[in-house]
Each structure stands twice: as structure tokens, then as C-alpha cells.
């Protein structure tokens, strides 16, 4: 989640855990699940629609300038639903970053350069904005999201990424495969290795655009704990 208890997980209270995770070599999904933003999201659904783009976005602004990033500096966090508004506007933060003393306050590291730091789900339920998503961002900071089991999931989501405007074929296979591969840390392999586990993957559990999921545990530091697991999507026949 992106908060525990209204609490955003970019507070130093939960840095031991953060740290541990980084530790381990995995990674953050930040979904949220109670927004921290209340105010006029009560009504038409928009805690959903609205608000957990919203509160993705605040974690992620909350740890580019709070300096969490930079303390945290191989953990990889997954911001679902397209990130959120941060890649849109980006070019907003890096103006307040230049233009103000506040967001300088705890980084010397601008928000463009942190933007690097996070991958991105396609999941924005409409190509377009898939297509300005990848621009931003890069088709290697891109994978595949579903948003399953809940109602706002996408059930075809490689058909979805299929209809973003000029879509590569190297774009395609960065999102599909080779960048949920990369997040799980095999170690030293080049594209062309990544790709032949992928297919080999695929071969062993022909599941047609779902996943394979490669780890199941569970992490402890101090008090907290956290369930992982960790999967690779897989193309659609």
C-alpha cells in the first residue's frame, strides 16, 4: 500500500522495513487501499477513480523530497494505475523544485531525476494516456497491470496495450515481459538470456496472460511485516 494507518510509508517510521526490503532485492508495489486525501471523494465513486491516483501520486512526491530515495538507493517502487498524476506533472514538481526553497529542503535531487526511480503500470484505461505515459517515462519503466480482482481491472490487459498509438515492438516486449523479469533480480543476465527464461516460463506454464509467481514470503523488521509475492506477467495468446 502507499500508507499504513493514514501514515504514507515515506514516513522515517517505516524506513527499517523499507531498508529490509531493499535488503532483500525486491520491490515496492505502492497500491493503496484507504487514500489519504478525504476531502469531496466521498461521492460518484471517486475514492477509486479519483482518489488512489491521488495518493499514489502524494507518496511519490513525499518520497522524492523527503529524501527517501536517496537514502533508499537500489529500492524500486511500482506505482499502479499509470502512476497515478506524476508523470503528467512532472515538469510542475521540477518547477516548485527550482522555484522554491521547500522541495530543495531534505534533496539535492531534482523530481525529473527521481522520476527515474519508479516503474510504472500501463493501467490508465485509455491509450493515449498509455502512449504519453511511456514517452515520459520510457517503455523500460513500464509493466503490465490488471487491477484484478476489483472492479476497475482491466481482464485484456495486453489487448489494451495493443491499441496504445505506435506501440514497438520493443515496447511491447519490455512491458509484456522483460521488465517484470528485470524487477526480480536475475542476476547478470542480458536481454537475450531474460528472453529465453521468459519463453522457457512460458513453455512450463502456458496460462495465457496471467503469471507465473517466482517468490512467497514474508519480511520482518522489528514490529512490522509485510507479505510478498512477486510474479512476471505473461503475454496473452
Known amino acids: 500500500g502507499t500508507s499504513v494507518e493514514g501514515a504514507l510509508i515515506a514516513e522515517p517510521k517505516f524506513r527499517p522495513l523499507l531498508k529490509r526490503i531493499e535488503q532483500l532485492k525486491l520491490f515496492v508495489l505502492a497500491h493503496p487501499y484507504q487514500p489519504s486525501p478525504k476531502g469531496g471523494l466521498d461521492r460518484y465513486y471517486l475514492i477509486s477513480s479519483m482518489g488512489f491516483p491521488l495518493d499514489t501520486s502524494l507518496l511519490a512526491a513525499h518520497l522524492m523530497a523527503s529524501g527517501a530515495l536517496d537514502e533508499l538507493k537500489s529500492l524500486q517502487f511500482i506505482l499502479p494505475h499509470g502512476g497515478g498524476f506524476l508523470p503528467y506533472l512532472i515538469g510542475r514538481l521540477e518547477h516548485a523544485y527550482h522555484a522554491r526553497p521547500e522541495p530543495r529542503a531534505n534533496t539535492a535531487t531534482t523530481p525529473r531525476e527521481h522520476l527515474k526511480r519508479f516503474v510504472f503500470d500501463a493501467l490508465t484505461h485509455d491509450p493515449v494516456a498509455a502512449r504519453c505515459l511511456i514517452d515520459t517515462v520510457g517503455a523500460e519503466r513500464v509493466v503490465l497491470g490488471s487491477d484484478c480482482p476489483f472492479d476497475m481491472e ?79 506477467a505473461h503475454r496473452q495468446a
Do not use: K
Not at 159 to 168: K, Y
Not at 194 to 201: D, L, P, Q, T
Open 154 to 232: 482491466d481482464v485484456a490487459p495486453v489487448a489494451s496495450l495493443e491499441r496504445v498509438p505506435g506501440l514497438t515492438d520493443h515496447e511491447r516486449e519490455r512491458i509484456c515481459s522483460l521488465n517484470a523479469l528485470e524487477l526480480e533480480h536475475f542476476p547478470g543476465m542480458a536481454e537475450d538470456e531474460i528472453g529465453r527464461v521468459m519463453a522457457e516460463a512460458e513453455s512450463r506454464w502456458p496460462l495465457q496472460g496471467l503469471c507465473v509467481i517466482h517468490r512467497y514470503g514474508r519480511i520482518q523488521a522489528g514490529e512490522q511485516i509485510v507479505l510478498v509475492i512477486t510474479a512476471s
